[in-house]
């Protein structure tokens, strides 16, 4: 591929991301949205985030492995169990990076 096609190719998905986001944001408000559908659109962001993270976490060399010698299932388990008790970002992402690079590099 040359690069005049790969900058194509980036302004091309740059435009369509681009419309997709900004027709929604355009039509926000003049179109009332009830309450359930108000509700329901908050957990868009964690559902997308949970379907990015998920095959890292279970496929992390493209083979399932599902037990303790995976760190990124091992580390993702305990910073989504941190997150769920302390409600903290900073303190979920250091020890959540922490115990990932500890089981990562074997240093226990």
Known sequence: ?????????IVGMMSVTYGVRYSVLAMSGRITMSKR???????VP???????????LVKPEGQ???????????????????AAISRHLL???????????????NLI
């Open 46 to 56: 964690v559902a997308v985030l949970t379907a990015l993270c998920t095959p890292i």
């Open 91 to 105: 303190l979920t992402i250091v020890l959540g990076m922490a115990l990932f690079l500890i089981l990562h590099l």
């Open 64 to 82: 399932w492995l599902l037990s303790f010698d995976n760190s990124h299932l091992v580390a993702g388990v305990v910073a989504i169990t941190v």
């Open 1 to 9: 591929m040359s690069a005049f096609e790969q900058v194509l190719l």
């Open 37 to 43: 559908v108000e509700q329901a659109l908050r957990f």
